[in-house]
């Protein structure tokens, strides 16, 4: 499935979507239930403008390995805790496919780093 229609695509198709509401959510937490927002976002065309603001700061190169195939946007704080932070540009890096994978379910781990790389872009 992923194959056929590529990750983006993916999250467009309504099964996706289903699979993300509420209870259905892998993230789903029945004391603080589960912020909607993370199923919805993409492709909402505050996403896709969050998308472009963010590849066009970094030039459209991934901001580990410098690649600029098969760019993605990656969030710095997880949407899933920071999801008023999802479409602030300073909360988003590019990073190529590649790079990204190696973040999934590492998230916080990679915070302090990609705020490092980051936080040139900030004051200029
Ligand atoms: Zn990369």
């Known amino acids: 499935m992923l194959k056929k229609y ?3 695509n993916y999250f467009l198709l309504p099964e996706f979507q289903e699979s993300v509401k509420g209870e259905n959510h892998w993230n789903w937490n029945p004391n603080k239930g589960m912020p909607y927002i993370y199923g919805h976002i993409w492709f909402t065309p505050e996403y896709l ?3 472009d603001r963010v590849f066009e700061r970094d030039d459209h ?3 580990i390995c410098g690649s600029d ?3 993605q946007s990656h969030h710095i704080f997880p949407l899933r805790d920071m999801p008023l932070l999802a479409f602030d540009v300073e909360n988003g890096i590019t ?3 590649k790079c990204h994978k190696k973040t999934f379910n590492k998230e ?3 915070i302090d780093q990609f705020l490092n790389i980051t936080m040139g872009d900030r004051v200029r």
């Open 61 to 63: 190169k991934c901001r």
């Open 95 to 97: 990073l190529c496919k």
């Open 6 to 8: 590529g990750v983006e």
């Open 69 to 71: 195939k098969k760019i």
């Open 108 to 110: 916080i781990d990679f």
């Open 49 to 51: 403008e969050w998308k």
